[in-house]
């Protein structure tokens, strides 16, 4: 769960779009490495605690499991979306390592994607905030503190529902793009999400670091330690299959780049956003 590109950068024009983010997450905020890092940590603990801490609530309120699911599954694609809304002209609203990296590899010949540097900030802080939202769900609902969790899901047919969840996620985030549809990135992820809860059999944890910090819960959300790494892997093949329909579907042309157009009679909004 979660998602896609980035913002400016002082330094040097990592991600850098004309006027707003390729992937139509609002305008761009000037926002050093650090601070985009920050967003991505703040991002993923706020999306693991919404997921761990909906199924805390849900299990405590009805030992109905469709009802659980479809209390968890809506607390998700609410809070999915708000995230990505308000961090996305940040650091891009990944959330997610495997859109970062999908991200580096679809831009690594234009410069507009992230680098070598960013990937190393990106990725501890996407899992160390999924960790620490695990944490503090489990907390907040007075729950034993890094609990592993015993939740084994290691069969064949959740891991192709995780490639399958994964490819979908990857394809839509980067094929909104592709057909400048990218403003509806929040409200088309989040959808996505809440629809692959129900269609795949894993319900969907398309991400690595998620699926990490979900083995911190022994709760309704959490996976046992050893059932990350089939997860992780089958997450990976999903996303390098996802960059295979992408290029299949719409060939290897640049994501189409959307800005807005002042009314005759409207002032152009000129005003740039620091740090």
Same mark, same amino acid.
């Given at each position: 769960?979660?998602?896609?590109?980035?913002?400016?950068?002082?330094?040097?024009?990592?991600?850098?779009?004309? &006027?707003?983010?390729?992937?139509?997450?609002? @305008?761009?905020?000037?926002?050093?490495?650090?601070?985009?890092?920050?967003?991505?940590?703040?991002?993923?603990?706020? /999306?693991?605690?919404?997921?761990?801490?909906?199924?805390? +609530?849900?299990?405590?309120?009805? +030992?109905?499991?469709?009802?659980?699911?479809?209390?968890?599954? *809506?607390?998700?694609?609410?809070?999915?979306?708000?995230?990505?809304?308000?961090?996305?002209?940040?650091?891009?609203?990944?959330?997610?390592?495997?859109?970062?990296?999908?991200?580096?590899?679809? &831009?690594?010949?234009?410069?507009?994607?992230?680098?070598?540097?960013?990937?190393?900030?990106? /990725?501890?802080? +996407?899992?160390?905030?999924?960790?620490?939202?695990?944490?503090?769900? &489990?907390?907040?609902?007075?729950? @034993? *503190?890094?609990?592993?969790?015993?939740?084994?899901?290691?069969?064949?047919h959740l891991w192709l529902g995780e490639l399958v969840?994964?490819?979908?996620?990857?394809?839509?985030?980067?094929? /909104? %793009?592709?057909?400048?549809?990218?403003?509806?990135?929040?409200?088309?992820?989040?959808?996505?999400?809440?629809?692959?809860?129900?269609?795949?059999?894993?319900?969907?944890?398309?991400?690595?670091?998620?699926?990490? %910090?979900?083995?911190f819960t022994d709760t309704f959300a959490g996976i046992?330690?050893?059932?990350?790494?089939?997860?992780?892997?089958? +997450?990976?093949?999903?996303?390098?299959?996802?960059?295979?329909?992408?290029?299949?579907?719409?060939?290897?042309?640049?994501?189409?780049?959307? $800005?807005? $157009?002042?009314?005759? &009679?409207?002032?152009?909004?000129?005003?740039? $956003?620091?740090?």
């Open positions: 769960m979660g998602l896609l590109l980035g913002a400016a950068c002082h330094a040097r024009p990592a991600f850098s779009v004309p &006027d707003d983010h390729a992937d139509g997450r609002g @305008p761009r905020v000037s926002a050093s490495l650090g601070r985009r890092a920050l967003a991505e940590l703040v991002g993923s603990a706020a /999306l693991v605690a919404v997921v761990v801490g909906s199924g805390i +609530q849900a299990t405590e309120l009805t +030992q109905d499991t469709g009802v659980q699911l479809l209390a968890n599954s *809506l607390a998700t694609v609410l809070g999915l979306g708000v995230l990505i809304a308000l961090l996305g002209p940040v650091s891009g609203a990944h959330f997610n390592p495997v859109v970062t990296l999908a991200a580096w590899f679809t &831009d690594r010949h234009t410069g507009e994607g992230p680098n070598g540097r960013d990937i190393a900030a990106y /990725l501890p802080a +996407q899992t160390i905030g999924a960790i620490g939202g695990a944490i503090l769900a &489990d907390a907040m609902f007075a729950k @034993p *503190l890094v609990h592993w969790s015993t939740h084994d899901r290691s069969a064949g969840a994964t490819t979908g996620l990857i394809l839509l985030v980067f094929g /909104l %793009g592709r057909t400048g549809r990218a403003h509806f990135t929040p409200v088309a992820v989040a959808s996505y999400i809440g629809a692959a809860y129900w269609f795949t059999s894993s319900t969907s944890f398309a991400n690595p670091a998620v699926t990490i %910090g979900r083995a046992a330690p050893a059932s990350v790494s089939p997860f992780i892997a089958a +997450q990976s093949a999903g996303a390098a299959l996802g960059l295979g329909l992408l290029i299949a579907l719409f060939g290897r042309t640049e994501p189409v780049r959307t $800005t807005r $157009t002042p009314a005759v &009679d409207e002032p152009e909004l000129a005003a740039s $956003t620091h740090p």
